[in-house]
C-alpha cells in the first residue's frame, strides 16, 4: 500500500532551526511536495523535491533520499507565523498522477 | 491572476440530504482534483478531472460524485449525507496534472453534517 509517515506535532522556540521528518513507502514515485497549512486556511506550496539532494528557498529547505523513502523540511530562523501545519505529500505515477497526502505535523512556535 | 475559488466557504446540512459544493480554478489550469481533510486522516484524495472527464479516483463510496464543466470549473456532489462527512472539503488546480507542476489549493468548504 501507498503510505506517509511524519511527526504529529513538534514545538519549538522563536528563532531556533527546527527538521520536520516524512518517510514514506509508495510505488511510482514521481516527486515530493511540502504545504503549510495554517488553521482555518488553503495549504500553501513550500517545496518540491524529486531528485535526491537538498533544495533551498530563503529560510526554508527540503531534502530527499529516495533509496531510503525519506524527506524533511528545515525551518531556520524561526518566526511566530511560522506556526501552522506542515504537509508532506507525495506524487506517485500510475498511469496518471495521483497526490498521496501525510496527515501533516503541526507546529508550534513559542516566544 | 486570481487563486482558486470554492463556494460555499461553509454549510450545514443534516444526515440524509445532498450537498453540492463548487470550485473554480486558477484561469488557464484544467485539472481540477478534490480532496477530504480530517483531523485523524489528512488529506485523503477523492478524485481528479481533466477536460471535463474524471482521470483518477481515490476510494470513496459512489456517493461522492463530481464532474467537470468546458470552462474546467467543477462541482462534487455528496449524497445522503452521513455524519462523518463532515470535514473540510479543498479542491486543487494545476495546469495539466502532469510531471512537475504544482497544485494550488482554494480557501476549502468547511461542512458540517448534524
Known amino acids: 500500500g501507498q503510505n506517509i509517515d511524519q511527526p504529529t506535532e513538534m514545538t519549538a522556540t522563536e528563532g531556533a532551526i527546527v527538521q520536520i521528518n516524512c518517510t514514506y513507502q509508495t510505488s511510482g514515485f514521481n516527486g515530493l511536495f511540502w504545504y503549510q497549512q495554517h488553521a482555518g486556511e488553503a495549504p500553501t506550496f513550500l517545496s518540491y523535491n524529486v531528485l535526491d539532494g537538498l533544495e533551498e528557498k530563503g529560510r526554508f529547505s527540503s531534502f530527499l533520499s529516495r533509496s531510503k523513502g525519506y524527506s524533511y523540511l528545515l525551518l531556520k530562523e524561526l518566526q511566530m507565523k511560522d506556526s501552522a501545519s506542515y504537509l508532506c505529500a507525495v506524487r506517485v505515477n500510475s498511469g496518471t498522477y495521483k497526490y498521496i497526502f501525510g496527515t501533516g505535523t503541526r507546529l508550534k512556535v513559542l516566544a | 491572476k486570481a487563486g482558486v475559488t470554492q463556494t460555499p466557504r461553509y454549510l450545514i446540512k443534516t444526515r440524509g440530504q445532498q450537498v453540492t459544493l463548487s470550485c473554480s480554478p486558477i484561469s488557464g489550469h484544467r485539472s481540477v482534483s478534490w480532496y477530504q481533510q480530517t483531523p485523524g486522516q489528512g488529506l485523503q484524495f477523492l478524485f481528479e478531472y481533466f477536460s471535463e472527464t474524471q482521470r483518477n479516483k481515490g476510494n470513496f463510496p459512489g456517493r461522492f460524485s463530481g464532474r467537470q464543466f468546458s470552462n474546467s470549473r467543477s462541482e462534487m456532489n455528496v449524497s445522503t449525507l452521513e455524519l462523518g462527512d463532515s470535514a473540510l472539503y479543498l479542491c486543487?488546480?494545476?495546469?495539466?496534472?502532469?510531471?512537475?507542476?504544482?497544485?494550488?489549493f482554494g480557501p476549502g468548504t468547511r461542512l458540517l453534517v448534524l
Open positions: 486543487a488546480s494545476s495546469s495539466s496534472g502532469g510531471a512537475g507542476e504544482t497544485q494550488y
